[in-house]
């Protein structure tokens, strides 16, 4: 778990913390590569705003050394702020996010899928579709059924 907000670390520590998981913390985004190196995790969390490194940072420095072959392959789970971070996250070699506030029940799922080799993108706050043009009735256009939103 990377994050240099002692909330999140607490957040996320409550959530993997059991017999199942051993969470590793660290606060600042220089320790992540030795940490990964040293400990060979199954999986790294990270925050996508950490002071020293930031999360997209963070993930760049693990693929690059990944691709090196001078680090294992550890899939990513970002902690993002907001939905618009998300292409920060793609683009940075991410196999997940999660956008915040954090859920236990959303974050588990994020981890079981990452550790079975998946990804895993929020859904939470997607934006609803709206359909496709002519698909529904344009509000206030004088009809009388009611708009659909999709």
Known sequence: MVS???QVREEVRSVFDSE???VMEVDDGHLVRPTVLA??????????????????????DLRLEESGGRAPYVPV?????RR????????SGAEGWVVKPLDPIRLRRAATSLLAG????DEAFRPLDAGAAGDAPA?????SGSARVG
């Open 77 to 81: 789970l970002m902690l993002l702020d």
């Open 139 to 143: 509000v206030g256009s004088g009809s």
């Open 84 to 91: 618009a971070d998300v292409f920060l996250a793609r683009r």
């Open 20 to 22: 199942r998981f051993e």
């Open 39 to 60: 400990h060979e995790p199954n999986l790294v969390v990270t925050d996508l705003q950490v002071g020293s490194m930031g999360g997209m940072a963070i993930c760049m």
């Open 118 to 121: 998946g990804r895993y993108e």
């Open 4 to 6: 240099d907000s002692p």
